[in-house]
């Protein structure tokens, strides 16, 4: 819907896209005729024929017109025009609690103390008002330039006077901060938003949720049966009563949570006390505590006079690593130390994250040596580039199934696949595309291209399919295999691997006519594969896994790098650079063909999905949440000539 960006409807002219979500697109707009911004919230065109979500949409405007308080954001009205269906709300000049996070990794106690202070604040009056929230969460609440908390979004908000619709039988809310009630889809009231605020709370504190899993089943089930794990174990500056706070808030039975907000905040105030006191000599004449543009002052004011008083102590801990060796024990490095180490193949040259004014995930990435390059996500999303990557523009293609992967080959066409057999091809930066003609029923995960008339494409119920024409023409391949195939490699023209679920490794010989499998002890699922020769190769995929063969595929062992996070890529540089990256920021190097890794520390925990390394040695990262980073490395001369 870029193509409201500049026009006027009644006295709003659009002006940006804020962000994306579920329910539709929030926009930044000029109120012409009171002078200030606002954001305006449009309902997702493919919810139009849908009439309850139309019902629950103009709700939403409703039940947030009924909020005014100073720490929720307000609503302003409701327009209606033409196919479009908006709330007009109050415009925030500041950054989410979610992304705070995501860049601090935890909140100086202090400072969640005052987050959640005013959290507690604006939700309790919700609840007076007879409303609960119903998705309280880091994403949801935003800090102003004032230090100011708004909570936002009440878009499945339900008035508690509503009768009709008090059970809803669905699980309304986000995994991570779902209450146990809204887990099992049993009737929801104020306690759900207590237990999501206490889960929040946990979050500032330690830096993730406190039910954290790769697999959703998992998440539930802790929900529904575990306790939090104690914040001492993490901060031992905190006290006993900080644990019987979260571990009332999180109840699992909602009558032995806090009875309301209020009673909430009671204890929350006796635990600044008790912070305070504990830390009387770092807060006296400290104020109350302000973020301004997700920078707080108190993390400001804190880190400076923990910096004089701490020096002396930091001092005498790292001298006495060093003196012990304790360091050497260490495996974890800041990107910057890596690259700029003298065995390095590369320097590190800077990182920067790049716009993609999008909300929605990044599947794939891929680049040709003339620096064209393309970018595929959910909800059909398509970003292409001119410029080697400084400038991406998105491209409308109509197509809402998820993308997932993307290639091109010489002579400029770009491929595309995804959900429902989806195949696109252009040739022109998408500027016009066409449908491929394709056997229907699969979801395509993989395209490959050996080179400009050989290619591959790989998806659920372990199908394969083949080119010989560049892509004109795809005929499928036999094989007695059906589980998902996730990724795909030839070292020549003949020799081929694939692999998916349940381990599943495949060899070709005959340039991917027949495939066979590779028995191998592990079990689980392997997303990525890359070759370095006809020998050395490397799998990865779930639960940490890493596999390395030296004998061409005959025998795989597995590396343990200490992780048990998911791998998504994996990438043999060159023969003393292999670059391996995955969920919650995750990236690791091997300078030794992966017989051992390093972990890269980065300023970023957003979940990877694939990265390209570039003949201009730029490193491209793509994850979750439209994230995009780019890293330049610097080749180092050869000085032996």
Known sequence: MNELIGKTIDNYKFV?????????????????????????????????????????????????????HPNIV???????????????????????????????????????????????????????????????KPSNI????????????????????????????????????MSPEQVK???????????????????????????????????????????????????????EETDRIILKAM??????????????????????????????????????????????????????????????????????????????????????????ADSSFYTFENIVKQNSNTKLNLNSISFLPNKSGVIVGDSGLVMCTQDGGNNWVRVNTGIKTTLFDCAQINGGKIFVVGDSSTVLV?????????KVPIEQGYSFLKIFFIDGNTGFILGSKGVIFKTYNGGATWRKVSINLTPYLFDIHFCDSYNGY????????????????????????????LKSIDFLNKTLGIAVGGNGTILRTADGGKKWSSIDANKQVIYEKIKIVKEDFVLLAGKKGTILVSKDQGLTWTQIRVNFYYDI?????????????????????????????????
Not at 623 to 640: A, R
Request: aromatic letters at 12%.
């Open 16 to 68: 940006s896209i804020l962000g994306e979500g579920g329910m539709g697109i929030v926009y930044k707009a000029y109120d012409i005729k009171l002078e200030r911004y606002v954001a305006i919230k449009l309902l997702n065109s493919r919810l139009f024929q849908k009439e309850e979500s139309i019902a629950r949409f103009k709700k939403e405007a409703k039940n947030q017109a009924k909020l005014s």
């Open 74 to 136: 307000a609503v302003y009205g409701f327009i209606e025009y033409s196919n479009f269906l908006g709330i007009v709300m109050e415009y925030v000049e500041g950054e989410s609690l979610e992304h705070i996070l995501e860049r601090m990794k935890t909140l100086h106690p202090w400072d969640a103390i005052y987050i959640l202070k005013q959290i507690l604040t604006a939700i309790g009056y919700a609840h007076i008002k007879g409303f609960i929230h119903r998705d309280v």
């Open 142 to 177: 935003i800090i102003n330039g004032d230090g100011i908390v708004k909570i936002m979004d009440f878009g499945i908000s339900k008035s508690l006077f509503d009768k009709g619709t008090t059970r809803t039988g669905a699980k309304l809310g986000t995994l991570y901060y």
């Open 185 to 239: 889809g049993e009737e929801v009231t104020h306690h759900a938003d207590i237990y999501s605020i206490g889960c929040t709370f946990y979050e500032m504190l330690m830096g993730t949720p406190p039910f954290d899993s790769e697999n959703d089943f998992d998440i539930m089930e802790m929900h529904l049966k575990k306790d939090p794990p104690s914040v001492g174990t993490k901060i031992t500056q905190l006290t």
């Open 251 to 340: 109840n699992k039975l909602p009558a032995n949570r806090y009875d309301n907000c209020e009673e909430f905040l009671f204890d929350i105030n006796d635990l600044e006390k008790s912070v305070k006191e504990r830390h009387s000599d770092l807060f006296s004449g400290v104020k109350k505590s302000s973020l301004k543009k997700s920078t707080t002052y108190a993390v400001v004011l804190t880190a400076f006079i923990l910096f004089c008083g701490l020096v002396y102590l930091a001092y005498r801990q790292v001298d006495q690593m060093i003196k012990s060796k304790q360091l050497d024990s260490f495996n974890k490095y800041s990107i910057t130390q890596l690259f700029k």
């Open 426 to 434: 252009s040739s022109d930066n998408f500027s016009d595309f066409q």
């Open 498 to 525: 694939a692999v998916g679920w349940d381990g599943v490794i495949l060899s070709t010989q005959d340039g991917g006519e027949n495939w066979q499998k590779i028995e191998i002890e592990n079990k689980e699922y």
């Open 609 to 641: 999905t694939n990265f390209v390394v570039t003949n201009d040695n730029d490193l491209y990262i793509i994850g979750v949440s439209g994230s995009i980073f780019k890293i330049s490395l610097i080749q180092k001369e050869n000085k032996n000539g």
